[in-house]
């Protein structure tokens, strides 16, 4: 079950917590990866962790000219694109009343504007190949809003508009397009919390536990696999049952 | 018949799974050929990939038929 032998996958925002564990993962179960993100450092760690079927393909996701660029490179690099795992997003909280067009700009642009265009030149490879994934990360608050992330959770939600769109267009050629919601995760962004607000934040989790990028990534590779194609058009919570929807 | 017109006519045929004598210069890929519409733009893949031509979106919106797609071709090409 879940072997993504000779798959090749491309992971954005791989040089984070949530993003390298989900690369780990396809890794693990066989598949090549392609590290993507800003910073080449830690995806050159990451590469040298994982040792063979990794490549490190740095991109700036807010550089519109890169992120086109982005999925011929890692053709490219690993010969083809299966599965792509849309992980990477940025913040720029504030209060709604003091949101800035460039806060919004830039928060639309990364976590949707990139995503959609690396959908975009991903899809038409897997059309051909009649066999491909899309996994876009997006965020229990692209369901619930959150105050002071405006931005964010239209940027998320607007992700999920986007997944089932195109879910329908491509399902017919073996092609699903979901997305996985995580709750709270602990990354090195929840290590900046303070005591009281990790607790008031686990108060509203049922399962009284931050989750793990672990918990992530294994939803991706079910998600990535050929015992998920019956799977489309839909958003995977895991959440510790913080929001059950 | 042109060496365009049958290679293009390879294409549909394999693609749409349909029958060659179907194919002819006023079928319509959606109407007559069962095409839906991803079918044609993977179509246009295909023909950009056959002969090494560019079809620019608004080009290929006008390529509705057997006919239009030699035709555009034969004047790419």
New interface residues.
């Given amino acids: 079950m879940f072997d993504l032998s000779g798959k090749c996958a491309l992971v954005t925002g791989a040089s984070g917590g949530i993003g390298a564990e989900i690369a780990r993962a396809l890794h693990a179960r066989g598949a090549v990866v392609g590290l993507s993100g800003t910073r080449e450092a830690p995806l050159r760690e990451l590469a040298d962790e994982l040792g063979e079927r990794a490549h490190v393909l740095p991109c700036d996701l807010s550089d519109a000219e890169a992120v086109e660029a982005l999925p011929k490179a890692a053709i490219e690099a690993m010969g083809a694109l299966d599965i792509l795992v849309n992980n990477a997003g940025i913040t720029r909280d504030t209060l709604f009343m003091r949101l800035k067009d460039e806060d919004w700009q830039a928060v639309i642009d990364v976590n949707l504007t990139a995503a959609m265009r690396l959908c975009r030149g991903a899809v038409?490879g897997m059309?051909?190949a009649r066999w491909g994934r899309i996994i876009n990360i997006t965020s229990v608050v692209g369901t619930t809003g959150n105050p002071g992330q405006a931005n964010y959770c239209a940027a998320k939600a607007g992700l999920v508009g986007l997944s089932k769109s195109l879910a329908q267009?491509?399902a017919?050629?073996g092609i699903t397009v979901n997305c996985i919601a995580p709750g709270f995760i602990a990354t090195a962004m929840t290590d900046k919390l303070t005591d009281d607000q990790k607790a008031g934040i686990l108060g509203a989790v049922p399962m009284g536990a931050m989750g793990t990028p672990v918990d992530i990534a294994a939803a991706v590779v079910y998600l990535a696999s050929s015992e998920a194609g019956y799977v489309t058009g839909a958003t995977l919570h895991v959440n510790g049952g913080m929001a059950m929807v | 018949m042109s060496d365009i017109a049958d290679r293009v006519k390879k294409i549909v045929v394999e693609h749409l799974g349909v029958e060659e004598d179907k194919v002819t210069e006023n079928a319509s890929f959606i109407d007559d050929l069962g095409a839906d519409s991803l079918d044609t733009v993977e179509l246009v893949m295909a023909f950009e990939e056959e002969f090494g031509i560019e079809i620019p979106d608004d080009a290929a919106e006008t390529i509705q038929t057997f006919g239009d797609a030699v035709k555009f071709i034969q004047n790419a090409a």
């Fill in positions: 038409r059309i051909k267009e491509v017919a050629r």
